[in-house]
């Protein structure tokens, strides 16, 4: 009776490696592996939205995140027991065209980590996908949270608008450079009765681009100042 017990629970324990670990695609591992992607995909949008430092709707791309997560686990769970599918899946991407353009690195990152977990999970590695996506997400998290905090220098276009400046760019280039880190002259309009400059600068910290406010106005009269984020504006 004991031998009898002791096969059955060999054979129990085989059946459960192969439901793990076999070919075959199995609804039960399937399910377990979807909502581990779910789980993921969620933290995955969180890390965007937190710690992204993208221009666009940030809620719009991250929507797309769990959608790109467990698709891509079904897909790989079907195709990796059968080399014919595989071969299909090849062959039906190679007609696909995606033409919404990736605007920022960033984004690409994401939807790279987005894959990856997918791919993992449909492959069965769910332990190590999930151990190293989160290491991933909180290393990246941990590095911009620090790159936040000891790199202020920030990157602005300058516009300087007034009157004939008549020699006067000398004593306005002197300004911006002494307040500035950098300060690169990109633009210089004149007209009869109106000048344009734009400078590209780098700020280090808040008070520096007040002083440069303050000084051109002493200085000059009827003068208008724009500071503008240069992640905001294309290159001039």
Same mark, same amino acid.
């Given at each position: 009776?004991? %031998?009898?017990?002791?096969? /059955?629970?060999?054979? *129990? *324990?085989?059946?459960?490696?192969? &439901?793990?670990?076999?070919? %075959? #695609?199995?609804?039960?591992i399937l399910?377990v592996?979807?909502?581990?992607?779910f789980?993921?995909?969620?933290?995955?949008?969180? $890390?965007?939205r937190?710690?992204?430092?993208?221009?666009?709707n /940030?809620?719009?791309?991250?929507?797309?995140?769990?959608?790109?997560?467990?698709?891509?686990?079904l897909?790989?769970?079907?195709v @990796?027991?059968?080399?014919?599918?595989s071969?299909?899946?090849?062959?039906?991407?190679?007609?696909?065209?995606?033409?919404?353009?990736i605007?920022?690195? %960033?984004?690409?990152?994401? &939807?790279?980590?987005?894959?990856?977990?997918? #791919?993992?999970l449909?492959?069965?590695?769910t332990?190590?996908?999930?151990?190293?996506?989160l290491?991933?997400?909180? *290393?990246?998290?941990?590095?911009k @949270?620090?790159?936040d905090?000891?790199?202020?220098?920030?990157?602005?276009?300058?516009?300087? =608008?007034?009157?004939?400046?008549?020699?006067?760019?000398?004593g306005?280039v002197?300004?911006?450079?002494? $307040?500035?880190? @950098?300060? =690169?002259?990109?633009?210089?309009?004149?007209s009869?009765?109106?000048s344009?400059?734009?400078?590209?600068?780098?700020?280090?910290?808040?008070?520096?681009?007040?002083?440069?406010?303050?000084?051109?106005?002493? @200085?000059? %009269?009827?003068?208008?100042?724009?500071?503008?984020?240069?992640?905001?504006?294309?290159?001039?």
């Open positions: 009776m004991a %031998e009898v017990d002791k096969i /059955k629970e060999v054979d *129990m *324990m085989q059946n459960l490696n192969q &439901l793990w670990s076999g070919d %075959e #695609l199995l609804l039960p399910i592996n979807l909502f581990i992607g789980i993921l995909s969620i933290v995955v949008m969180y $890390h965007y937190k710690f992204s430092s993208v221009l666009t /940030k809620s719009t791309i991250s929507r797309v995140f769990p959608f790109i997560v467990l698709t891509t686990i897909i790989i769970s079907i @990796k027991s059968s080399l014919a599918l071969l299909g899946l090849v062959g039906a991407l190679s007609i696909v065209r995606f033409r919404t353009p605007k920022e690195p %960033e984004e690409l990152a994401y &939807l790279f980590i987005s894959i990856a977990i997918g #791919l993992g449909g492959a069965n590695q332990i190590n996908t999930v151990v190293s996506s290491l991933i997400l909180i *290393m990246m998290g941990l590095i @949270k620090k790159m905090v000891s790199m202020y220098t920030k990157d602005y276009y300058l516009s300087i =608008d007034m009157d004939n400046v008549e020699g006067d760019l000398p306005i002197d300004i911006v450079s002494s $307040h500035s880190a @950098k300060a =690169d002259m990109r633009r210089y309009q004149v009869d009765n109106f344009n400059i734009v400078f590209f600068v780098d700020i280090e910290d808040v008070i520096s681009l007040d002083a440069i406010t303050q000084e051109l106005k002493q @200085k000059y %009269e009827g003068i208008s100042i724009s500071f503008i984020d240069q992640s905001n504006m294309p290159a001039i």
